[in-house]
């Protein structure tokens, strides 16, 4: 039986994960969760799974789960050093990681150094800290089994080919909820437009990244460390439906898909059963109700965003972290409606530039470089 901890155990990622250990109660034991404010559904999943510890980075929250739990044999802690210590427990055998923004990188790190595999949701431990997470990789043995649905997808595709016969590989979006939009109207975009996602229910911060596409830059970081490739190498193609999760082209011209319903489950259920595909009850594609698939190239005026990623990719050492840190602030602040949608991709930018670079960041400079980024934001006016 695999024991496993879940970051983020009450988001949507985590939810999803749930259900899919659910249906293999013989294969998983769920040793920790961890969550933030939603102590509600912490208290469902605690009082059906049963783990040894939950975590509440909000004390009031942890609170609330504590009343709620307090007859079940549960321990209950509070705050981030707590987090890192549920991420650094040896005796786990796979953390599934899926807490949001930057916040998520320093787990994923604890883990890998510890041995512990990660199933990675948290995208933006790799654009963070890419260089750190695969050096500590090297020294441990632990791996990384990609959960978003684009990368679980080339994961799919080039199992058993050769890295050398790889022409490209092919992210694809579904261009969010401005894909049609003019452009000239994007100042004007307000918080709740810009929380309605066509195909998938995410929480806040992911959905405003879909919506400038930054969620799309971060993936072609992703993609960059967890599969050796060059910039030029990773490409982009907006495709609304959402049914070919990612592709991989090969030199003679070929093409493999990795094709499926929109349903996070499938790609967390492959990175929990790696390397089966185990028997699940989802919905199943049905290829005689689809309709078009279409596809379009991004449309950099209007997700500039996406030329920021590859901007910060190119200039590596600090630039796609500090990229990371920046528009997880200036998300914030646009959530909390205190700066334009199209300010976003300005106050990243400026981030970018007027950085003190660092070629080769360790941890501390990661977190130095956090708090400068938080102050450089917060100033934007």
Avoid at 36 to 41: A, H
Avoid at 99 to 106: I, K, N, Q, R, T
Avoid at 341 to 349: L, Q
């Amino acid at each position: 039986m695999k024991k496993i901890s879940i970051l983020g155990s009450t988001g949507s990622i985590g939810v999803n994960a749930l259900s899919v250990i659910k249906n293999f109660p013989e294969d998983f034991r769920v040793i920790h969760l961890t969550g933030n404010l939603n102590s509600e559904k912490m208290i469902e999943q605690g009082k059906e799974f049963l783990p040894n510890t939950i975590t509440m980075i909000d004390e009031q929250a942890a609170g609330k789960v504590k009343s709620g739990l307090k007859e079940l044999d549960i321990e209950v802690f509070t705050g981030r050093e707590k987090l890192l210590e549920v991420a650094n427990d040896k005796n786990i055998d796979l953390v599934l990681n899926s807490l949001v923004g930057a916040f998520g990188m320093e787990p994923t790190l604890k883990a890998i150094e510890n041995g512990v595999d990660v199933a990675l949701s948290n995208k933006e431990s790799l654009v963070v800290a890419g260089d750190l997470i695969y050096n500590a990789m090297d020294n441990s043995g632990a791996n990384l089994f990609p959960v978003d649905s684009e990368h679980s997808a080339l994961w799919q595709c080039v199992h058993g080919e050769l890295n050398e016969d790889i022409e490209k590989i092919i992210l694809t979006g579904s261009g969010g909820p401005f894909r049609t939009r003019e452009v000239n109207t994007f100042s004007s975009i307000t918080k709740k437009e810009a929380l309605k996602h066509p195909n998938w229910v995410m929480g806040q911060k992911i959905t405003i990244d879909s919506a400038t596409m930054m969620n799309k830059g971060l993936e072609v970081i992703e993609a960059f460390w967890l599969f050796k490739m060059n910039t030029s190498k990773i490409e982009i193609v907006v495709h609304p439906q959402s049914i070919i999760h990612s592709m991989v082209q090969f030199k003679d011209g070929s093409i493999k898909a990795q094709l499926g319903v929109p349903d996070m489950k499938i790609p967390i259920q492959y990175a929990l059963t790696y390397p089966r595909h185990l028997p699940s009850n989802w919905e199943r594609l049905d290829f005689t109700n689809i309709i078009d698939l279409t596809f379009e190239a991004p449309n950099i005026e209007r997700f500039p965003c996406i030329a920021l990623a590859y901007k910060a990719l190119n200039k590596k050492g600090s630039a796609a972290a500090v990229l990371n840190f920046a528009n997880d602030y200036s998300v914030f602040r646009f959530l909390e409606e205190d700066i334009k949608f199209t300010d976003i991709p300005k106050i990243i930018d400026l981030a970018i530039d007027n950085h003190q670079w660092i070629e080769c960041p360790n941890l501390d400079d990661l977190k130095e470089l956090d708090l400068w980024t938080k102050d450089f934001v917060k100033n934007f006016d």
